[in-house]
């Protein structure tokens, strides 16, 4: 039987892999165009909903438990005009996902109850609970792109078979 050091070690792992490939199944049949749309007057689009979510995982997971250096800009985050390329978003959207899941099998019991800080993070003191917030803030916006991928998509066969 598994300790529960591991157990959390593999829980959350699997479940930053499921947020992942969730992501993926309502971002990769967009286009380029459809990825920074936003179709409504409040909000995100697509885009800037993943350069959020794979700033925030590098900031409170990468730079202040994996000591990645990663400084972020998280503003840009939701101002980006350049619209970068779709897959190159992506791309590191995925390799923050295995920073996370690879830091996550690094932890031992005493790690996950280390204490943490961040900026505009007082909840979570210790590093389990960055973990949690984290897990929980980034499929917060995996409904708000399936939210925004039915409506960019209404009408198509993408809609329809994925309602």
Not at 67 to 80: L, V
Not at 103 to 111: A, P, V
Not at 129 to 146: K, P, S, W
Request: with cysteine; aromatic share 12%.
């Amino acid at each position: 039987m598994a300790d529960l050091s591991s157990t959390i070690s593999s829980d959350l792992a699997a479940y930053y892999e499921y947020i992942a490939a969730h992501t993926h199944e309502w971002v990769d049949p967009l286009t380029h165009e459809q990825f920074w749309h936003n179709p409504f007057g409040f909000g995100n689009s697509a885009g800037h909903l993943i350069l959020h979510m794979t700033g925030n995982l590098n900031y409170y997971i990468g730079a202040r438990i994996a000591e990645t250096g990663y400084i972020r800009s998280r503003d840009r985050e939701f101002t980006e005009t350049e619209k970068p390329d779709k897959a190159k978003i992506m791309n590191a959207f995925d390799e923050t996902i295995a920073m996370v899941v690879a830091t996550i099998r690094k932890q031992n019991s005493q790690d996950w109850m280390a204490l943490y800080s961040a900026e505009r993070e007082p909840e979570a003191e210790e590093r389990f609970m960055i973990f949690l917030r984290c897990a929980g803030h980034a499929y917060h916006h995996v409904g708000q792109l399936i939210f925004l991928s039915k409506e960019l998509t209404r009408g198509s066969k993408l809609s329809s078979a994925s309602s």
